[in-house]
């Protein structure tokens, strides 16, 4: 009897010691886990914060978060309250700093004629014809910057500031398209011209195109005709 109480007693002191070192163990492998995700997300990105700078009348900077896989990621903020006006992900080509001053003064132009500056950034693909040209709106009374389906295409073709027109190209193997959009004083577009062109030349000698043009008016298409070139 004394003898299996003595290994009751025996059995019952190592199912403890065990227990014991394996909350032991659990409690460094957790530790372990927390360090290794923090230093690993130390490594995989760095963080640069640009010095403040005035931009239609908001103090502003830029935070740019990049990941050694290429991604950068770039917000706009107020200065102030860190508010993000903006906020763009992309890859973008190795070197490239996007929060030099003079990379984002080509980037700020009034692409719509009010009088605010507009941000437009490419986003470039495997060929040109690929490539896509975001172009985000300021809006005064939200006081930031929206971004503009019908506005962005793959290229600008001309800012025309004195008669408050911007133009814009796309192409494929078979045609370009030429989009020209008419803003009024408040930037709003009175409305749009499109003109996509084909090659339907019969040989190398001359050239022959045909334009299909359209006149759209809020989003509907008013007027279109059709007419051959030769260059």
């Not at 990941?67 to 992900?89: C, M, N, P």
Request: charged share 30%; with cysteine; hydrophobic share 30%.
């Amino acid at each position: 009897m004394k003898n299996l109480i003595s290994i009751f007693i025996v059995l019952l002191l190592m199912s403890c010691r065990n227990t014991a070192e394996n909350v032991s163990l659990k409690k460094e492998s957790k530790h372990e886990v927390s360090v290794k995700e923090l230093s690993q997300t130390k490594i995989d990105t760095s963080v640069k914060i640009s010095a403040p700078f005035s931009l239609n009348n908001i103090k502003c900077n830029w935070k740019q978060i990049d990941s050694v896989s290429g991604a950068i990621t770039i917000e706009l903020r107020d200065y102030k309250t860190q508010r993000i006006l903006l906020s763009y992900s992309d890859y973008f080509k190795s070197g490239n700093d996007v929060n030099t001053e003079d990379y984002f003064n080509e980037h700020f132009q009034d692409l719509n004629f009010d009088g605010f500056k507009d941000f437009f950034i490419t986003s470039q693909g495997s060929k040109p014809m690929t490539d896509m040209v975001n172009m985000y709106l300021f809006n005064e009374k939200t006081k930031s910057f929206e971004y503009s389906e019908e506005l962005s295409d793959n290229a600008i073709e001309e800012i025309d500031s004195v008669n408050r027109i911007l133009s814009t190209a796309s192409s494929t193997i078979d045609d370009e398209t030429i989009k020209k959009h008419y803003f009024n004083k408040k930037g709003v577009i009175k409305y749009s011209e499109i003109i996509t062109r084909s090659d339907v030349s019969e040989n190398d000698s001359v050239a022959h195109y045909k334009n299909n043009y359209e006149k759209v008016v809020n989003g509907k298409v008013v007027k279109t005709k059709e007419y051959i070139t030769i260059e």
